[in-house]
């Protein structure tokens, strides 16, 4: 089954994304994280199909986050 990872730091937004994919379709599944670093360690751990991830987060911004993905 296809893989969704949404990295966004704002708590509303991924819950809003992660409801409306949820609800899409049931064909994939769909996981969150809540900053950069929780979803690069989330990367290490499972493979995703796609990647949704937030530009302007603390700790980690989603140009940082997608250095260690693109190896």
Known sequence: MPKILIIEDESAIRRVLVKILSEENDTYTVDEAEDG?????????????????????????????LKPLRK
């Not at 603390?58 to 940082?64: Q, T």
Request: hydrophobic residues 45%; aromatic residues 4%; proline residues 3%.
């Open 37 to 65: 670093l929780a979803g690069i360690e989330k990367i290490k751990k499972d493979d995703f199909d796609l990647v949704l991830c937030d530009i302007k987060m603390p700790k980690m911004d989603g140009v940082e986050v």
